[in-house]
């Protein structure tokens, strides 16, 4: 992820998110020792508390980090977090639209493979109609 974004800010409640992968023997070991990836509390948190009111706490916190920080994108693959944060204005990618960008930047030669790893694995969901469109758009199918 760092060849396609270079800087990543994260929210400590989407850390959390991310360190309890560990549980399930996922190995964090280059996001834990990365240096691209900073741990940042939203300042906002009077906006947090709104959001939350229809959102996660993980959802909301990225949300008001992404405003405050005007990231050029926000990661995010809930459909509530994505529409909120095009009405805040945002400019969102999900997972697959990381997988999409690394391919075409020629840093993954196949998506097909990473997805179902990521849906065995991580339980992923993608309905099988947008699994065959990405794959059809990625060249895959």
Do not use: C
């Not at 240096?35 to 939350?52: F, G, H, R």
């Not at 999409?100 to 030669?109: Q, R």
Request: net charge negative; glycine share 6%; no cysteine.
């Amino acid at each position: 992820m760092y060849q396609v974004f270079h800087k990543v800010l994260i929210p400590p409640s989407v850390n959390s998110e991310i360190e309890a992968l560990q549980e399930f023997k996922i190995d964090l070991t280059s996001f834990l020792s990365s240096d691209w990836i900073e741990i940042k509390s939203p300042s906002n948190l009077e906006e947090v508390k709104k959001y939350m009111v229809d959102l996660d706490e993980g959802e909301s916190e990225a949300i008001s980090l992404a405003k405050e920080f005007s990231a050029d994108f926000l990661l995010i693959d809930e459909r509530a977090g994505t529409n909120k944060a095009l009405e805040e204005g945002l400019t969102t990618i999900g997972l697959v639209g990381v997988l999409m960008k690394s391919k075409e930047l020629g840093f993954i030669e196949k998506i097909e493979p990473i997805l179902y790893q990521l849906k065995e694995e991580a339980g992923f969901w993608l309905g099988k109609k947008l699994l065959d469109s990405v794959l059809k758009e990625a060249g895959e199918r």
